[in-house]
């Protein structure tokens, strides 16, 4: 290849590479899709192929079955995840159509040319790897392992939504326990690594029936005879990547212990607001429990009462030293002294923007009773400004 030819290729490399990181939220179907799983898997499959194709573009060499082994196992994790094949291959002409219309918009006329040469190298590599995708899938249909897989998740559902338990497969082959941890998994994005790898470490406790879901996935952790979830969870926790702890988790895990099978599905919803409350609310600690945000999670399922709590603090909209001398004025647990430190001013600035709150509100930050309104208004707005959906 020429060199001005090579120069032109790695300048659409880099401005499509640019596309998917800057855009690809948009990019179909990923405006269907949660945040945090676009940020993780998906994200990573885009730009593995957009890397492989400019590749095969310059050296004109097939793709070995190595180079798309990854992309052919994040497909693969779609289908067990239960999205169709036809879907999961459509993404792929979804995806490169949005990608080379973008490309075409900004190019010059001499790219233009070089585009139009490449179109048929861009059909051979979309074939080539759906190909690939459609033919693991196929092999994985006749897999025993692909079936058993299938059931588990089928006995996933039937626990989580409160079925008949007689529905489930309770054989030596599949044992179902009779309770269980629910532990409900919520990711925060790109840098929480790759989803796939997080998922695994839970597929591998004994006995766990996992369902993805839009936002994560979920487990049924298996408990043994006289544990109330405590040992389930340390196992659990034990399995869990390493965190720093001066840095954002980068999940969340709602837990709550189901101590039969009929308690299952209100376990399951308990965990599934509390996993999605760290996420909101972004909580230096990944696990969350009922104990620890009560005053969360009252706010939290009060969905007729959470859009008009969250409106109190509108007035405060246009006045933002008056809205951030109240956070941290609540965050120092209403000290006001604490508070003047926090802010570098004196106490007496405080005291007249927290009357100015009380004017504009109708909510006297001192007097207790205002004091949990305005504290529940401001935890009602992170939520609806965090697209909370339990």
């Known amino acids: 290849m020429m060199p001005t030819r090579t120069r032109a290729f790695d300048d659409l490399h880099r401005r499509a590479t640019a596309l998917v990181d800057g855009s690809y939220a948009s990019m179909p179907p990923y405006p269907r899709l949660p945040q945090s799983l676009v940020e993780t898997d998906f994200a990573r499959g885009s730009k593995l192929n957009v890397d492989l194709f400019f590749e095969y573009l310059r050296g004109g060499t097939d793709p ?15 289908l067990r995840d239960g999205t169709p094949l036809s879907e999961v291959l459509d993404h792929y002409r979804l995806g490169a159509a949005f990608i080379w219309e973008r490309l075409r918009e900004s190019a010059t006329a001499a790219e233009l040319d070089l585009m139009l040469d490449a179109a048929l190298v861009l059909l051979k590599y979309i074939t080539l790897v759906t190909t690939r995708i459609a033919t693991a899938a196929t092999e994985r249909v006749h897999d025993p392992r692909w079936e ?20 489930l497969a309770n054989d030596p082959v599949i044992p179902v326990a009779d309770a269980f941890l629910v532990a409900v998994f919520r990711l925060r994005g790109t840098r929480g690594g790759h989803a796939s790898a997080l998922r695994h470490r839970v597929e591998a406790i004994p006995g766990v029936f996992l369902r993805p879901d839009a936002g994560g996935w979920t487990a049924l952790i298996p408990l043994q005879s006289g544990d109330d979830g405590s040992a389930a969870l340390g196992g659990l926790t034990a399995r869990l990547p390493a965190h720093q702890p001066d840095q954002s988790p980068p999940y969340w895990v709602g837990v709550g212990a189901a101590a039969s099978r009929a308690e299952i599905p209100a376990q399951f919803a308990e965990a599934r607001v509390l996993a999605e409350l760290g996420r909101c609310l972004e909580r230096r600690e990944i696990l969350c429990r009922r104990t620890n945000l009560q005053f969360e999670y009252t706010v939290a399922v009060s969905d007729a009462a959470r859009p008009g709590l969250a409106s109190v603090l509108a007035p405060l909209d246009t ?20 508070t003047a430190r926090q802010l570098s001013v004196h106490r007496n600035t405080v005291t007249y923007r927290l009357s100015r709150v009380h004017e504009l509100t109708g909510l006297d930050p001192h007097r207790p009773a205002d004091a949990m309104t305005l504290s529940a208004a401001r935890l009602a707005r992170r939520l609806e400004s965090a697209d909370f959906a339990p």
């Open 148 to 167: 058993l897989v299938e059931r588990r998740r089928g006995i996933a559902d039937a626990l989580l939504t409160g079925r008949d338990p007689v529905e």
């Open 319 to 338: 006045q933002p030293m008056l809205a951030e001398t109240l956070e941290v004025f609540v965050d120092s647990g209403f000290n006001q002294l604490a």
């Open 64 to 78: 070995s079955e190595e180079d798309t082994r990854e992309l052919v196992e994040l497909a693969i994790d779609r």
